[in-house]
């Protein structure tokens, strides 16, 4: 049965379950919410998400939200990217709870501040302020990468997808890749890997699309 993935090309977390069902060669179609012209918030959409936030997973009658808790059940269902043993698996999860608290939140805020609002309502200070937040979590994850070829045992795995998800998209969020040498080449090692895509590639919508 096609898994169903309810998402938007801008949504970095919606693009973390996109690589992991390409990457695991999961045969699955996009459905695209509407997210900048209020989807997320309907009462429909609610309906399927009480959290009003992409992405949504189905897989027949079951129903998932939050891309880590779909990582993860995608990893235990195909065998794939979850880690080779209890030890490895709770270093995975490490990784993806870091990326949340740390990484992702801080990148999609500071992306959306720094492209999405309109100018005159985009906070210097904010920006600032989430810059710096931003800046420390890369350096930890760089050098986790340092002697590290994954973030989470010896291949690649969920965590890995979780923490780049963001890392690959084009517009500027104070992420230059030639300022941290270990995560260029671990983007590049993930972006080698069969089935990978860039976001605009695997979701539908785009800022071009809109422009």
């Known amino acids: 049965m096609t898994m169903k993935l309810h998402c938007?090309?801008?949504?970095?977390?919606?693009?973390?379950?996109?690589?992991?069902?390409?990457?695991?060669?999961i045969e699955w179609e996009p459905v695209f919410?509407?997210?900048?012209?209020?989807?997320?918030?309907?009462?429909?959409?609610?309906?399927?998400?009480?959290?009003?936030?992409a992405p949504v997973l189905q897989d027949g009658d079951l129903t998932?939200?939050?891309s880590g808790v779909i990582l993860d059940y995608l990893s235990s269902k195909t065998g794939k990217m979850g880690g080779r043993s209890a030890d490895a698996r709770r270093e995975v999860l490490r990784w993806m709870f870091f990326d949340n608290h740390k990484l992702s939140s801080i990148a999609g805020m500071l992306r959306f501040q720094m492209n999405f609002l309109p100018e005159d309502k985009r906070n210097?200070?904010?920006i600032a302020f989430l810059s710096a937040r931003l800046a420390s979590a890369l350096k930890t994850l760089d050098d986790q990468l340092t002697n590290h070829a994954w973030l989470a045992g010896?291949?690649?795995?969920?965590a890995d997808l979780c923490c780049a998800g963001y890392l690959f998209y084009p517009e500027p969020f104070s992420f230059d890749r030639k300022d941290y040498?270990?995560?260029?080449?671990?983007?590049?090692a993930i972006a080698s890997q069969?089935?990978?895509?860039?976001?605009?590639?695997?979701m539908p919508g785009s800022p071009a699309d809109r422009a």
């Open 194 to 202: 069969p089935g990978w895509k860039p976001p605009y590639e695997l």
């Open 64 to 66: 998932l939200t939050q």
């Open 181 to 188: 040498p270990h995560i260029d080449r671990w983007l590049d």
């Open 124 to 126: 210097a200070d904010v």
């Open 154 to 158: 010896d291949d690649i795995t969920v």
């Open 8 to 25: 938007f090309g801008e949504s970095g977390h919606s693009y973390k379950v996109a690589m992991a069902l390409s990457m695991m060669d």
């Open 33 to 53: 919410i509407d997210f900048f012209k209020g989807e997320s918030r309907s009462p429909e959409y609610r309906e399927l998400n009480i959290m009003g936030e």
